[in-house]
């Protein structure tokens, strides 16, 4: 992420984000496992998300901080629990053995369990904001975590393995395992700034098209990246017998059509100006990352 915003961000967050979690009380092992999958060299999208549509928003900067870090850990956890043999049963993420090869199955199931719960305890906890904005944000993400948005769609995406699905089941599979967390990131900066209906809505066509537009990408780079680029070994789809949008669509039609859902994603802001530039910055990193 090469702008001054992306990297002032970043780094900002990370020192925050391990102060929050070496802060955090447990047993020893379990600690352990939950800072290894956490501190290993994520991208901080969904972070970031929140950071962008926050700051997009007028929204304080503490609190858009400490909402940043209740969905980092949960999106750590999905990884963890995603990469155990019952589900994918990937041996690395990020160029590191995943969390049950560092550790162990049990440990790896427990440090997810840990995150998660540790996320919403985050969220409570969070000062500055009024009470009713507070439930908004544990409605909003909880919702988004659990069966009706990412849980749900990890079944579904079980289900669909070894057979065809059609587009719009492929569709609904990817909008709730991938796109319901990155568009809560977004959608708790409004909540974060009181933002506006017109904000809300717009967000939320944004957010529905980046986190498409993220699960195309990866589908791609699975076929066209490197272990070395991706941190794990490409072809798992394959592997899997998953349907992804190249299988269905071919590689050149699934490049067209993330460019146009990152287009439209972009559109979506051009009534807030420069103030969304962060946010512009951050589809075209979707469109354009290479791991």
């Known amino acids: ?17 391990v102060r929050y979690l070496t802060a955090i009380s447990a047993p020893d092992r379990l600690k352990e496992a939950m800072l290894y999958s956490t501190l290993n060299g994520g991208k901080r999208l969904r972070a970031l998300l929140v950071i962008a549509s926050g ?44 969390c049950h090869k560092a550790f162990d ?5 427990l440090a997810g369990d840990a995150l998660l719960t540790q996320s919403f305890d985050c969220l409570s906890h969070i000062d500055g904001f009024s009470a009713e904005q507070l439930i908004q ?7 988004a975590s659990g069966s009706n948005g990412m849980v749900g769609g990890q079944i579904f995406d ?19 395992k991938t796109g319901a967390l990155i568009k809560a990131a977004i959608l708790a900066g409004v909540i974060a700034g009181n933002g506006d209906n017109d904000a809300y809505q717009r967000l939320s066509i944004y957010a529905d098209n980046i986190g498409l537009a993220f699960q195309i990408k990866d589908d791609i780079l699975d076929v066209t990246g490197t272990q070395e680029e991706l941190g794990k070994k490409p072809g798992a ?14 590689l050149e039609a699934s490049i067209e059509k993330l460019d146009q859902l990152i287009a439209e994603a972009i559109k979506q802001l051009e009534p807030f100006g420069t103030k969304a530039t962060p946010l512009i910055d951050l589809a075209n990193y979707i469109q354009k990352r290479n791991h």
Not at 105 to 109: K, L, N, Q, R, V
């Open 1 to 17: 992420m090469p702008t001054a915003w992306f990297s002032q961000q970043l780094s900002a967050f990370e020192v925050e984000f």
């Open 137 to 143: 944000l544990i409605q909003l993400i909880s919702h």
């Open 237 to 250: 789809d394959q592997l899997h017998e998953k349907s992804t949008y190249i299988s269905l669509l071919g």
């Open 158 to 176: 079980i289900e669909a393995e070894e057979r065809t699905v059609s587009l719009v089941e492929l569709e609904r599979i990817h909008h709730n």
């Open 55 to 98: 700051e997009l928003n007028d929204a304080p900067k503490a609190p858009l901080t400490a909402i940043a870090i209740a969905i980092e850990m949960i999106h750590a956890y999905s990884l963890i629990h995603d990469d155990l043999p019952a589900m994918d049963d990937d041996d690395y993420r990020r160029g590191k053995l995943t």
């Open 105 to 109: 199955e049990a440990t790896a199931i």
